[in-house]
């Protein structure tokens, strides 16, 4: 069974940092660039970061450069997003999701995802 669970998702002041993190299953997590979205009340989903297979890419959007860190453990099946200086327009529900690609592919259209997780929320309080 194909899965991906997100964790490490809360309610933090603005300036606070959170470390998201999203275990894969049921599939080969080497083959598969990893990426975070993020859906906020009323809007689309939209790419945050991804990483590529051998973690040897990442991709940001540029809201979040020098703020957010993506990273995998290959070992553990799972990718993370540390994220730091918070501010309340981060406030969203974050999805992690898998893309088949090739070796330092990084997709951001979501299309490229074939698979995701249930999300988990973050809020930013001012």
């Known amino acids: 069974q194909v899965q991906l669970v997100e964790s490490g998702g809360g309610l933090v002041q603005a300036g606070a940092s959170l470390r998201l993190s999203c275990a894969a299953s049921?599939?080969?997590?080497?083959?598969?660039?990893m990426g975070w979205f993020r859906q906020a009340p009323g809007k689309e989903r939209d790419f945050v970061a991804v990483i590529s297979r051998s973690a040897g890419s990442t991709r940001y959007v540029d809201s979040v450069k020098g703020r957010f860190t993506i990273s995998r453990d290959d070992a553990k099946n799972t990718v993370y997003l540390q994220m730091n200086s918070l501010k309340p327009d981060d406030t969203a529900v974050y999805y992690c999701?898998?893309?088949?690609?090739?070796?330092?592919?990084?997709?951001?259209?979501?299309?490229?995802?074939?698979?995701w997780g249930q999300g988990t929320q973050v809020t930013v309080s001012s």
């Open positions: 999701a898998a893309a088949p690609a090739l070796l330092r592919s990084t997709p951001a259209d979501p299309k490229s995802f074939a698979t």
């Open positions: 049921g599939f080969t997590f080497t083959t598969y660039a």
